[in-house]
C-alpha cells in the first residue's frame, strides 16, 4: 500500500483493513477498522481532513478529497463504488450506497441508507434524505429503500469486510 505523510499529517488506519498496493493515502486521513480500499483508490487528505468509519469500502478508483480546512466525513459501512468521485461532502452517512462512477459534490450530505445510483451526480450542498435512492444527472429521488433492500446491501457490505480480511492475509505477489 501506498501510505504517505504529508506536512506532518499521518494517515491511521484501523486494524483488520487492506489497503490495496496501488491505493494511495496522503494526509490528514482516518480510516476505520475492517475496511477495504481498492486497486487505484486515491484518498487525498493534503488540504483538508478525510475521516472514513468501520467496514466500509472504497472500491477501485475511487477519488477521495477535502477543501482546505473542511472535512470530508463518510459513515460506517458505506459502500463507494468503481470508480466514483466524492469531494468535500458533509456527511456520507451510515449504511449508503454510491453506485459506481457516481460523483458526490461539495458539502453534500447523503442520509443513513441512502443509495445514490449508478452515474449519478449529487450537486453542490444537495441532500439526499435518509433511506431514498436518487438516479439521474443532477440526481432526483426517485423511490424510497425497502427492508429486502437492506438485507441484501448488508450481506453485500459484509462480502467486503470478509474480502479486506481475506485479501490481507491471502493476497500475494508473484
Given at each position: ?21 496501488s ?38 478508483n ?67 434524505p ?28 459484509e ?16
Open positions: 500500500m501506498s501510505v504517505f505523510e504529508y506536512k506532518g499529517q499521518r494517515p491511521a488506519i484501523g486494524v483488520n483493513c487492506y489497503v490495496a498496493e491505493a494511495e493515502v496522503i494526509g490528514n486521513v482516518t480510516i476505520g477498522r475492517g475496511c477495504y480500499i481498492g486497486p487505484g483508490a486515491k484518498i487525498r487528505g493534503d488540504y483538508g481532513k478525510i475521516v472514513i468509519g468501520n467496514e466500509t469500502a472504497i472500491e477501485e475511487c477519488v477521495i478529497h477535502a477543501r482546505p480546512g473542511e472535512t470530508c466525513t463518510i459513515g460506517d459501512m458505506v459502500t463507494v463504488g468503481h470508480s466514483s468521485v466524492i469531494h468535500n461532502v458533509k456527511l456520507i452517512d451510515d449504511f449508503a450506497v454510491i453506485g459506481m462512477a457516481a460523483v458526490v459534490s461539495d458539502y453534500a450530505v447523503v442520509g443513513k441508507w441512502a443509495a445514490v445510483g449508478e452515474g449519478a451526480v449529487v450537486k453542490n450542498r444537495q441532500e439526499i435518509a433511506e431514498k435512492i436518487a438516479v439521474g444527472v443532477p440526481a432526483k429521488v426517485v423511490s424510497d429503500i425497502a427492508s429486502d433492500y437492506k438485507n441484501q446491501w448488508t450481506k453485500f457490505k462480502i467486503y469486510v470478509e474480502l479486506a480480511k481475506a485479501y490481507k492475509d491471502n493476497l500475494k505477489r508473484i
